[in-house]
């Protein structure tokens, strides 16, 4: 059985709300993942994988939790992008690489607050926001998929040669209208 761990006290973390892993995967263009349980999924994440969460309830609605080292650095605009495409709230908080910690908190593409952590702080903002992952415990709602890196921003045909682009075709206004 999946069983929930705590952490958050050295993962940087994204929370999005009221969507399932497999839509948060392919938001983020995620591939090539595994099922873990959830336990296993949170060690793996310390390295340099990256773990996504079955939803888990929180405030204002269940949460998908996506941590790992390289979620602490996606810019703001790939955090508001993403929070647009999805069309719900987005959180990231982030852990930088001198130790400093920050949370972006987006709801439908709009940045709401952008504020600098403390450690100690860090669980009340996230209770506050959507769910303080230093008090998870007990069995898991399902099981976690890993996955590789989280990139900065979204992978494009120059950072990725294998991304099939598709070519803008006539579409059928144009037809009509002869454009």
């Not at 976690?144 to 950072?159: D, I, K, N, Q, Y």
Request: overall charge negative.
């Amino acid at each position: 059985m999946s069983t929930l761990v705590p952490f958050g006290t050295e993962q940087s973390w994204l929370a999005v709300r009221d969507r399932a892993q497999g839509v948060v995967l392919e938001a983020l263009g995620l591939t090539g993942g595994r099922v873990t349980e959830v336990d296993a999924a949170v060690r793996e994440a310390l390295g340099n994988a990256t773990a996504v969460l079955p939803p888990l309830p929180g405030v204002g609605g269940r949460w998908t939790l996506v941590l790992g080292q390289d979620v602490a650095h996606p810019s703001t605009a790939r955090i508001t992008t993403l929070s647009a495409m999805l069309g719900t709230g987005v959180q990231l908080f982030g852990r930088a690489d001198d130790g400093s910690r920050h949370g972006l908190l987006v709801e439908r593409g709009t940045v709401q607050r952008e504020v600098d952590l403390a450690r100690d702080d860090l669980p009340g903002v996230a209770a506050d926001w959507s769910i303080d992952p230093t008090t998870l415990e007990g069995p898991a709602p399902g099981s976690a998929l890993v996955v590789g890196p989280l990139r900065a921003e979204p992978p494009t045909p120059e950072t990725e040669p294998e991304l099939v682009v598709m070519p803008r075709g006539r579409g059928f206004w144009s037809r009509i209208l002869g454009r």
